[in-house]
């Protein structure tokens, strides 16, 4: 059967108090829209229509190159989630014979696994319609499945319309239905506003099928798919189950995390096996990490390629930069703007690389600044070395060769070029270009005269 997929995206998430729409808040460092509608395109559905509403255009721009999306306006954010469905009717008309899986954008934990064993029910049971509900000890919040004295489905009450007694039922709508088109395309004409809140809700579409005799079912679905996102301590409690669900995904590959429940990885994060992760370690973005790496405690990396066998030592900070096999970075390093640490460098204690390229085998090992800079193989870069690329106005790079040596505390000021087998002496001044094999220095003599220290006379010394 075709399918297709609705993503109800148009709220305006009043008890999340955010400026930004709720459902492009980012979990894992992915839009929580995201997920649902990642969910829903392991069914294959022909399209996915999203409504969007409340600052729509922000909506948009964050999943403007997901595929099958097709977007829908919904003018009134607080019509409700019956007029929400509404907005996608010119899709659902062209293909009445079809069935349709609707989600709620604000209910990020629901799986694949779960939809697909749902949508094989809908189709094995023949059903017309079918909702994933589950049994919540506190059910606050979510609308009750009302079932008759045979145990069928009649509807669904919101819990800001229920009676008390209706209030005690346990069995929660989870916000994720699957419907044949065609009697949905009739149901939904017949909604009404709610008398008590005004708006249109989609789960009475329950109540109008069961009245026409056509086969409403459930599906009961893990309680844990079904949280809703409508405040931030649900956003904070939803982000840690799919942390904990990203980090085993990695740990079945062969990752070793320590400390699990201090790290934090997103989830376009990919790691090799073989490879340690230590405590209050962060990834971000789209970093990807090789194989029997190592990364330290409290290392933070953030869309960075680390390759295989790169040590990462701890609290070193690596953003939008990519480190070669074997090179080893940190303790306290930064590495950031685009730079490349070829294979087996070193980058130790408070170096920090901007935009630069570092060579094979090449060493700066301390109390560094290379910045704009792009330095050759097995060349030895002292400690208190600072790459001076900056005159207050613009930015000039430096160039370094292969072999050279630069000497503690010197101070290179770019535009520079330091040719093959240089050797540039303990804290000299640079501000020449050096040639191949040649030796700069800069260095005021150093006098030993007597000292006129008053101390001296006065401690009798
Ligand atoms: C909804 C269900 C409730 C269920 C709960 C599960 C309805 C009427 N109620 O309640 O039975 O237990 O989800 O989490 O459907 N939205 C729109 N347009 C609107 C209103 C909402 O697109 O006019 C979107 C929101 O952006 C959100 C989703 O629909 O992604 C759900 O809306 P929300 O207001 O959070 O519904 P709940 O009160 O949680
Ligand atoms: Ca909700």
Redesign the pocket.
């Known amino acids: 059967m075709t399918l297709l997929g609705i993503?109800?995206?148009?709220?305006?998430?009043?008890?999340f108090k955010s400026e930004t729409?709720?459902?492009i808040h980012k979990l894992l460092g992915k839009p929580m829209?995201f997920y649902p509608y990642n969910a829903l395109l392991s069914l294959n559905p022909e399209k996915v229509a999203i409504?969007?509403?409340?600052k729509a255009e922000l909506v948009k721009e964050e999943l403007k190159n997901y595929p099958k999306v097709e977007f829908f306006l919904?003018e009134?954010?607080?019509?409700?989630?019956?007029?929400?469905v509404k907005k996608a009717l010119p899709l659902m008309e062209k293909c009445p014979q079809s069935a349709v899986v609707i989600l709620?954008?604000?209910?990020p934990l629901i799986t694949a696994e779960t939809l697909k064993k749902a949508y094989e029910k809908f189709l094995k049971e023949k059903l017309d319609g079918l909702i994933l509900t589950t049994y919540l000890e506190d059910p606050t919040?979510?609308?009750?499945i009302v079932r008759d004295k045979k145990g069928n489905v009649v509807r669904?009450v919101?819990?800001?319309d229920a009676t008390e007694e209706e209030k005690k039922i346990k069995e929660?709508?989870?916000?994720f239905y699957i419907f044949k088109t065609e009697p949905l395309l009739e149901a939904l004409k017949e909604l009404k506003p709610?008398e008590i809140t005004g708006?249109?809700?989609?789960?009475?579409v329950v109540e109008i099928f069961a009245n026409r005799n056509l086969r409403v079912d459930t599906y009961i679905a893990p309680k844990e798919e079904?949280?809703?996102?409508?405040d931030r301590v649900q956003f904070a409690e939803v982000e840690k189950i799919l942390l904990r669900r990203k980090i085993e995904n990695l740990q079945k590959e062969g990752v070793t995390v320590r400390l699990p429940e201090t790290v934090y990885i997103e989830w376009d994060v990919s790691v090799g096996r073989d490879t340690q992760i230590e405590p209050h370690v962060s990834l971000k973005g789209e970093t990807k990490i090789g194989e029997n790496a190592f990364i330290g405690q409290g290392s933070i990396i953030e869309n960075s390629q680390i390759g295989d066998e790169v040590k990462v030592l701890p609290y070193s900070y690596i953003s939008d930069s990519v480190v070669e096999r074997g090179a080893v970075v940190g303790p306290f390093a930064r590495i950031r703007n685009g730079s490349l640490l070829k294979k087996s460098s070193e980058i130790g204690n408070f170096v920090e690389v901007k935009k630069s390229t570092v060579g094979k085998n090449t060493k700066a090992k301390h109390l560094t600044y290379i910045g704009d800079a792009t330095i050759g193989e097995n060349t030895n870069i002292g400690a208190g070395t600072v790459f001076a690329n900056y005159d207050g106005v613009n930015k000039y790079q430096t160039f370094v060769g292969n072999n050279v040596f630069i000497g503690s505390n010197s101070l290179i000021i770019a535009p520079r070029k330091l040719e093959d087998w240089s050797f540039i002496a303990g804290g000299s001044v640079v501000n020449k270009d050096v040639p191949s094999k040649a030796l700069a220095i800069s260095r005021a003599p150093l006098k030993i005269l007597e000292s006129k220290n008053p101390l001296l006379e006065k401690k009798k010394i």
Request: aromatic share 4%; proline share 4%; charged share 20%.
């Open positions: 993503v109800l995206a148009a709220g305006k998430g009043t008890r729409p709720k459902v829209l409504i969007v509403g409340h919904q009134n954010p607080k019509g409700g989630t019956g007029d929400a709620n954008g604000d209910s919040g979510y609308g009750r669904i919101e819990e800001k929660v709508n989870g916000g709610s708006e249109v809700y989609l789960t009475d079904l949280l809703g996102v409508n």
